[in-house]
T-cell receptor, first 116, second 112 residues
């Protein structure tokens, strides 16, 4: 596609439910990032995928959070047993390669998650 | 872990003024630094990327500088316009690890 696509754009869920957030990166981009932006805060790194390498999961806040990337393209971020503190905007970004090739990050418009 | 700070948190200026946004980072072993713009309800748009070997980058009315030794970067906006109103974020990489650490942003309002 022309840009990074995220769905849904908005998600309202009840505490304790599971949610899945989807990211479709720019075609051909091998690097994919998930970030979380809480109200009035900066972006918090969650997870990074690069090609077929093992993902860097060091930013995931708890074991309720997981992510996968199928076929080196589409990624899904899953939050199990959602809590109110999970409410935030979840942003996905992609780049052609990783940091060391000095390429810009391209962000999607994000998914606004509200946990009631 | 890279700690990134942006000052000021908010800035309001009249149209036509030149302005400077500041970003500081704690780990000088960065690989590169990016400046982004975020409009309300939207994702981030990359404005400029400065490699660690560079001292500045320019795009139109924007100029970004990088001083690794002092852990600082500035974004200079010349002849500001109301359309420049947005939140500006800087992001510093952590060495050559594939992570970017973001500041909390500077919310800019350019008054007509």
């Amino acid at each position: 596609g022309a840009g990074v696509s995220q769905s849904p754009s908005n998600k309202v869920t009840e505490k304790g439910k599971d949610v899945e957030l989807r990211c479709d990166p720019i075609s051909g981009h091998t690097a994919l990032y998930w970030y979380r932006q809480s109200l009035g805060q900066g972006l918090e790194f969650l997870i990074y995928f690069q090609g077929n390498s093992a993902p860097d999961k060091s930013g995931l806040p708890s074991d309720r959070f997981s992510a996968e990337r199928t076929g080196g393209s589409v990624s899904t971020l899953t939050i199990q047993r959602t809590q109110q503190e999970d409410s935030a905007v979840y942003l996905c970004a992609s780049s052609l390669m990783g940091v060391t090739t000095n390429e810009k990050l391209f962000f999607g418009s994000g998914t606004q998650l509200s946990v009631l | 872990k890279q700690e990134v700070t942006q000052i000021p948190a908010a800035l309001s200026v009249p149209e036509g003024e030149n302005l400077v946004l500041n970003c500081s980072f704690t780990d000088s072993a960065i690989y590169n630094l990016q400046w982004f713009r975020q409009d309300p309800g939207k994702g981030l748009t990359s404005l400029l990327l400065i490699q660690s070997s560079q001292r500045e980058q320019t795009s139109g009315r924007l100029n970004a500088s990088l001083d690794k030794s002092s852990g600082r970067s500035t974004l200079y906006i010349a002849a500001s316009q109301p359309g420049d109103s947005a939140t500006y974020l800087c992001a510093a990489s952590e060495g050559n690890f594939n992570k970017f650490y973001f500041g909390s942003g500077t919310k800019l309002n350019v008054k007509p």
